[in-house]
């Protein structure tokens, strides 16, 4: 399946510090998007990246993309406390419209 | 800035009833997507609607399921005979295939609650 796996599935650091997540998956893809979920709320779309990009960015998110490992890696920098949800990154394929996800990891920023 | 709106965010039903989750996509986006998430799992795709019709649906998309474009702004799910498992997060999003392709957008979600 194309699923998109995360991890670590939790992270915690002290804020100010970098948080890097990384994420697999297992088809070929067309797009690959990250979204923020605070705990029991809605998706934010936070980033995406073509499949023909290798890096992308957007204020204090950058994000890679290996199509040769089929592997993305978010990193935020000089994390905050509000940054602290959980992250998910899915994928979508060439003609079609769906998104598949992953599990997701949890940030936890230390104040 | 535009935003998915999901009504209601919580809902409670029993077993065996017929639940409507009610989304209002942003007004010029064209495709239309509900997806779930039960607690602590990921969230999975249900079904994508273009055109007023169903263009994608997944597996767990069957025939308890349904969708709707009552009118020129409402994109409804209904399930109509709800099992416990059916518990979950259901979001809805949309898309503008043509500005942003692939960009979904999702609403806050509703909680349902089978009992």
Redesign the interface.
């Known amino acids: 399946s194309q699923q998109g796996e995360e991890d670590p599935q939790a992270l915690s650091i002290q804020e100010g510090e970098n948080a890097t997540m990384n994420c697999s998956y297992k088809t070929s893809i067309?797009?690959l998007?990250w979204?923020r979920q605070n705990s029991?709320?809605?998706?934010?779309?936070l980033i995406?990246i073509r499949s023909n990009e290798r890096e992308k960015h957007s204020g204090r998110l950058r994000v890679t993309l290996d199509t040769s490992k089929k592997s993305s890696s978010l990193l935020i920098t000089a994390s905050r406390a509000a940054d602290t949800a959980s992250y998910?990154c899915?994928t979508?394929r060439w003609g079609?419209?769906?998104?598949?996800?992953?599990?997701?990891t949890r940030l936890t920023i230390n104040p | 800035e535009p935003e998915v709106t999901q009504t209601p965010s919580h809902q409670v039903t029993q077993m065996g009833q017929e639940v409507i989750l009610r989304c209002v996509p942003i007004s010029n986006h064209l495709y239309f997507y509900w997806y779930r998430q039960i607690l602590g799992q990921k969230v999975e795709f249900l079904v994508s609607f273009y055109n007023n019709e169903i263009s994608e649906k997944s597996e767990i998309f069957d025939d308890q399921f349904s969708v709707e474009r009552p009118d020129g702004s409402n994109f409804t799910l209904k399930i109509r005979s709800t099992k416990l498992e059916d518990s979950a997060m259901y979001f809805c999003a949309s898309s503008d295939l043509v500005a942003q392709p692939y960009e979904q957008y999702f609403g806050p979600g509703t909680r349902l609650t089978v009992t």
Do not use: E, P
Request: glycine content about 18%; overall charge positive; charged content about 15%.
């Open positions: 067309n797009n998007q979204y029991g709320r809605g998706l934010v779309h995406l998910f899915a979508d079609a419209q769906k998104l598949v996800f992953g599990q997701g």
